[in-house]
């Protein structure tokens, strides 16, 4: 059974960072391209940032330049690092298998995770 663990969120004060963990069982990730979106209370879930087989990284504009995305095959994990974090940010945090040319569009995602609470407040 495919199935992803997220990890690593928390409460941070604005301009602090954290670094998210996807963590993939049940197949192997080298060949799969690995999204983290987003959903915060009343909205829709977003895609925030995508990662490739070949490593090519797609982030949606208002985190370019404040996240980065990232994958280990050895471990079978992709990881989110997030700086210069905003109350905006504040969101449970998912991960899924899809296609990044379809980030902004999760319906083409699967295997969803629990998620990962991120709260950022002062």
């Known amino acids: 059974q495919v199935q992803f663990v997220e990890s690593g969120g928390g409460l941070v004060q604005p301009g602090g960072s954290l670094s998210l963990s996807c963590a993939a069982s049940?197949?192997?990730?080298?060949?799969?391209?690995i999204g983290w979106f987003r959903q915060a209370p009343g909205k829709e879930r977003e895609g925030v940032s995508c990662?490739?087989?070949?490593?090519?990284?797609t982030h949606k504009d208002s985190v370019k330049g404040r996240f980065a995305i990232s994958r280990d095959n050895a471990k079978n994990t992709v990881y989110l690092q997030m700086n210069d974090l905003k109350p905006e940010d504040t969101a449970v945090y998912f991960c899924?298998?899809?296609?990044?040319?379809?980030?902004?569009?999760?319906?083409?995602?699967?295997?969803w995770g629990q998620g990962t609470q991120v709260t950022v407040s002062s």
């Open positions: 899924a298998a899809g296609p990044c040319t379809h980030l902004s569009s999760p319906r083409y995602f699967g295997a």
């Open positions: 049940g197949f192997t990730l080298h060949r799969a391209a």
């Open positions: 990662i490739s087989s070949n490593f090519t990284a």
